[in-house]
């Protein structure tokens, strides 16, 4: 599949996975995020949402593709926190893996 037509779609589609949410008022902030980021296309996602899903270890056979054509035009993309911390989400996900 090729990334234009992954970004037309959402996490929960590409998965074909809904996840039961329980909408009790103690998720905090990231359960809910996570939770609608996943209902939303990827082509609609900016670069902190990117941020925060791959931050989470979710859905990183999808996102990574996308992830790094952001990169690949900017290395430095910046979500809400700092220069290059998009960058900075994908390394800290693959340097878990090498452990």
């Not at 925060?52 to 926190?81: K, W």
């Amino acid at each position: 599949m090729d990334n234009y037509t992954i970004s037309e779609k959402s996490l929960e589609t590409l998965e074909n996975n809904i996840w039961d949410v329980n909408e009790s008022n103690d998720q905090t902030f990231l359960i809910k995020k996570c939770h609608q980021l996943r209902k939303k296309r990827l082509g609609e996602f900016s670069i902190e949402d990117f941020r925060i899903i791959i931050g989470q270890h979710i859905s990183l056979n999808f996102l990574t593709p996308l992830v790094l054509d952001i990169l690949s035009t900017n290395l430095f993309a910046e979500g809400d926190y700092y220069k290059g911390d998009l960058l900075q989400s994908l390394l800290n996900y693959y340097r878990i893996l090498e452990r």
